[in-house]
T-cell receptor
Framework: GESVGLHLPTLSVQEGDNSIINCAYS??????FIWYKQESGKGPQFIID?????DKRQGQRVTVLLNKTVKHLSLQIAATQPGDSAVYFC????????????FGGGTRLMVKP | KAGVTQTPRYLIKTRGQQVTLSCSPI?????VSWYQQTPGQGLQFLFE???????NKGNFPGRFSGRQFSNSRSEMNVSTLELGDSALYLC????????????FGEGSRLTVL
């Protein structure tokens, strides 16, 4: 079955620095890949997705990179702010419907003021 | 527009009891999925409903069940509760624009004693 893994359980960065959160996946047949953010006491919130035919996609202060050769996904957050402190999950769909997602274990991002 | 609403937010049950959790999706969203979140297993897919029909089911025992009503509201039920069922149960609804963009509620925190 599908599996998604994360390299680091906790990432601590200084406010204003850039953050990079990594994720490895196993199913190269996935049509797209997704990043979610979960703040304390809240449900996960969609950040950005990337189609499998893309290498890079940019959003507001976030960039997702996809390396299909090594099955690696990363989320880059520019000028990290205290409000970025959360757990970040990568996720891949299990089927074409897109609602059945397999989530990675999560990386906790801590932003130091 | 109002987000996904889950009730109750917190509940405590004892082993052997059963529990029903409720979810109201975003207005207009017809797809509702449920996830279980625990520190040990992370986010795991339970099931998905669309137009009152279960469309997908995760790898959980038959004690976990759900349903969806004609107004898209959904309930999930766990019978014969076990200690390991203690978790945050998250409901998510989905529109039709972005395949992997699920809108999560804040969850129902179940503690089984």
């Amino acid at each position: 079955g599908e599996s998604v893994g994360l390299h680091l359980p906790t990432l601590s960065v200084q406010e204003g620095d850039n953050s990079i959160i990594n994720c490895a996946y196993s199913n190269s047949a996935s049509d797209y890949f997704i990043w979610y953010k979960q703040e304390s006491g809240k449900g996960p919130q969609f950040i950005i997705d990337i189609r499998s035919n893309m290498d890079k996609r940019q959003g507001q202060r976030v960039t997702v990179l996809l390396n299909k050769t090594v099955k690696h996904l990363s989320l880059q957050i520019a000028a990290t702010q205290p409000g970025d402190s959360a757990v970040y999950f990568c996720a891949v769909p299990n089927n074409n419907a897109g609602n059945m997602l397999t989530f990675g274990g999560g990386t906790r991002l801590m932003v130091k003021p | 527009k109002a987000g996904v609403t889950q009730t109750p937010r917190y509940l405590i049950k004892t082993r052997g009891q059963q529990v029903t959790l409720s979810c109201s999706p975003i207005s207009g969203h017809r797809s509702v999925s449920w996830y279980q979140q625990t520190p040990g297993q992370g986010l795991q897919f339970l099931f998905e409903y669309f137009s009152e029909t279960q469309r997908n089911k995760g790898n959980f025992p038959g004690r976990f069940s759900g349903r969806q009503f004609s107004n898209s509201r959904s309930e999930m039920n766990v019978s014969t509760l076990e200690l390991g069922d203690s978790a945050l149960y998250l409901c998510a609804s989905r529109g039709t624009e972005v395949p992997g963009e699920l809108f999560f509620g804040e969850g129902s925190r179940l503690t089984v004693l």
